[in-house]
């Protein structure tokens, strides 16, 4: 007799970001709403009522000096901080009461500032964490070895190889990412990230200890991830590749919202200019 422990269950899409069309956003939202986000710590406010949204397919910049709320507010995005006034939407859906694994399940992925790869995990393995959310067998199934558990390794490892190779990263598959330079670690965080299928992509500054040639490379992945159709917001300090590659640019200062535009609108805003370029 089958028990259900045994029989196979629903399976999760393993494609890769992009390969449907996922996403209703006919509600006439954003893909993501922040609306008067505030956070507080102790008598120092981070955050001061911040409100955008972000278009499905568009990549965002979010730029300020050292200090303006940035990371904060990628926080609060994706869970790890909640916030004391204000929401997020996601896909028109209120995010307060979801946990971060709920968050990422639902479609929202990130990298942080400093590499938070396994280091003793070879790059293969560490893609294949990020692909956790998307997978059903759980410990029963890695006790069982039922045929379906093993059908879905063996989807998850091409799935994982396919975004080593998009990322430019298959010939490492079987290194230890701690034994990279930073720049091919930088990229496994991204196909790690890419892993859960996100349709929302956060990148906390992810050219952070890059050279001018792993800056521009990087620059091409992540047009080549917009073409995947999977929205992007970043965290940068290189202004040219910020620029560069946004769509649309979020200025923060001192926990405000100073300006939102196009690149260029932001260039010229004077405020911008006098807050965050130290010209006058």
């Not at 996601?90 to 694994?101: D, E, S």
């Not at 396994?118 to 045929?147: I, K, Q, Y």
Request: include cysteine.
């Amino acid at each position: 007799m089958e028990t259900d422990m045994m029989k196979e269950p629903a399976q999760e899409n393993l494609s890769l970001p992009g390969d449907d069309s996922s996403g209703d956003n006919s509600q006439g939202h954003g893909m993501l709403d922040v609306r008067g986000l505030t956070k507080m710590f102790g008598g120092v406010t981070a955050q001061d009522n911040i409100s955008f949204s972000i278009e499905p397919g568009i990549v965002c910049g979010l730029i300020g000096p050292n200090g303006a709320g940035k990371t904060t507010l990628f926080n609060m995005i994706t869970g790890i901080y909640k916030p004391d006034y204000g929401e997020v939407l996601f896909n028109g859906n209120p995010t307060r009461k979801m946990a971060v694994h709920q968050l990422v399940r639902a479609g929202i992925a990130r990298t942080f500032q400093h590499v938070e790869l396994f280091g003793s995990m070879t790059l293969l393995e560490n893609v294949l964490v990020g692909m956790h959310v998307r997978t059903t067998s759980g410990f029963w199934g890695a006790v069982t070895r039922m045929p379906w558990v093993m059908k879905e390794e063996r989807q998850a490892r091409e799935k994982a190889m396919e975004l080593l190779e998009f990322t430019g990263l298959a010939e490492y598959a079987h290194r230890p990412a701690g034994d990279l330079p930073v720049g091919r670690q930088k990229m496994a965080e991204i196909a790690r990230a890419l892993a859960s299928d996100p349709k929302l992509l956060l990148l906390d500054e992810p050219a952070a200890g890059l050279n001018a040639v792993e800056t521009e490379a990087l620059g091409r992945l992540i047009q080549r991830v917009k073409k995947r159709e999977v929205t992007m917001m970043l965290v940068e300090h290189d202004m040219s590749l910020a620029m560069g590659i946004s769509d649309k640019v979020i200025v923060l200062d001192r926990g405000k919202k100073l300006a939102e535009g196009t690149p260029r609108e932001v260039q010229n805003n004077q405020e911008v200019m006098e807050a965050y370029l130290g010209q006058g």
